[in-house]
Every structure is written in C-alpha cells, then in structure tokens.
C-alpha cells in the first residue's frame, strides 16, 4: 500500500539558510499534519492542513511556514535555521471524511533529518 | 489538560521473554489511543489503536493492548519478543480541543532486547 513520502530523507543547513521540506500524503487523504522531533524528545505537532487550509497550528516558530497545494501535498518552508532548528521533521496523513477529529488515524512519513550547522 | 504519560523510560528484555509497556492518559471520558513504533532512523508506524468497543485490541507484529478505564491505562503487549522489536515505542492520544485530532505523544519508552 501506498504510504507516506517525504523529501529530502536527510538535509544538511547552515545557520541562517533556509529550506523547503515535501510531503506526499497517502492518495485520497485530504490532511496532512507536520510534527518536529528534537533529539531523544516525543514529536511535537506544528501545523496541519485540510483542503488547502490551514485547520490547526502548534508551536510553529514565526519563521517557518507552509503550504497545502491542489494535489494535496504539503511543503514546509523554514527560513533563518537556527541550531536548535536540528531535528527529524514528519509528515502524517488522514482521510477527514466524517470521522470525528479525535477518530482519525494519522499515517506518518519516514521523516526528513534536518542538521543545521 | 490533556496528557500522556510512559513511565518507564528504557526497558530491556530478553528475546523470548514477554513484555509490557506501560501508557497512562489523563483524561476524564473514554479517549482514542494509538501506539506507535519507531524503529532507529525511521518514521513512526501504526501498532494499533483502540476508539472504542472490545478493550483488547490487536495490532501488528504480534501486539496487543489492554484498554483499562479504572487505571486509565493503554498497556502495550507482547508474549515474546523478537530482536527486531528493539525500538522506540510512543503511545498518543488526540488533543480533544483541536479540531483536526492533532496528536500528543508520551515521552516514549526505549525497548532493547538481549540475544
């Protein structure tokens, strides 16, 4: 079955650069979610979008932003890295339909590595 | 508030041997509960979930998870672990304020298995 694709699997930054990570949600899944996970820490949820929307936000710095396109994949865009900036970035998807928010399953990518040096 | 709490921090287990992960939630009413796995250096992978229903729920790999109101616990299980288990494992529930089911995950407990 299809899954989850993100890009690029691993990413090398200097400090003050910027960078655009992509995600391919599952086909037919309308939102997608973005989680950042700091070295040995549980990822912690930073935007999502449903429709091309953006339907919740989380602790996202001012300086990163993203997007939903027509064909439903996702793109974050992360300007002036920071060191702290270091970590594994996902992507997860779901199918909205009429599930209740909290009954959506959340399929997760393998996850863009992001080194700021 | 909502939250997720993984007590134990890292386990080691031998192969062969059984094994529970423990998951606690704060949360007054019946939640939806998810475990993943994420191996080393990769994504996170569905282990299963519970919405409602049976409280033992199946999973893949061989897991299973016990859905206890009174304890307010979602304890991961296997009868025999393999060394491929080795692994992070997250237990997560969806924030219930937001309204697309954004997911709070536990601290994680770190699985190693000796031969």
């Known amino acids: 079955a299809a899954g989850v694709i993100q890009s690029p699997r691993h990413l090398i930054k200097e400090k003050r650069e910027t960078a655009t990570l992509k995600c391919y949600p599952i086909?037919?899944?309308?939102?997608v979610y973005w989680y950042q996970q700091g070295p040995g820490q549980d990822p912690q949820f930073l935007i999502s979008f449903y429709e091309k929307m953006q339907s919740d936000k989380g602790s996202i710095p001012d300086r990163f932003s993203a997007q939903q396109f027509s064909d439903y994949h996702s793109e974050l865009n992360m300007s002036s890295l920071e060191l702290g900036d270091s970590a594994l970035y996902f992507c997860a998807s779901s199918l909205r339909g009429r599930d209740r928010p909290s009954e959506r399953t959340q399929y997760f990518g393998p996850g863009t590595r992001l080194l700021v040096l | 508030a909502q939250s997720v709490t993984q007590p134990d921090i890292h386990i080691t287990v031998s192969e062969g041997a059984s094994l529970e992960l423990r998951c606690n939630y704060s949360y007054g009413a019946t939640p939806y509960l998810f475990w993943y796995v994420q191996s080393p250096g990769q994504g996170l992978q569905l282990l299963l979930k519970?919405?409602?229903?049976?409280?033992l729920v199946q999973g893949i790999k061989g897991f299973e998870a016990e859905f206890k109101r009174s304890q307010s616990s979602f304890n991961l299980r296997k009868p025999s672990v393999h060394w491929s288990d080795a692994a992070e494992y997250f237990c997560a529930v969806p924030r219930l304020s937001s309204n697309t089911g954004k997911l709070i995950f536990g601290q994680g407990t770190t699985l190693q298995v000796k031969p």
């Open positions: 086909p037919r899944h309308d939102t």
């Open positions: 519970y919405f409602s229903g049976d409280t």
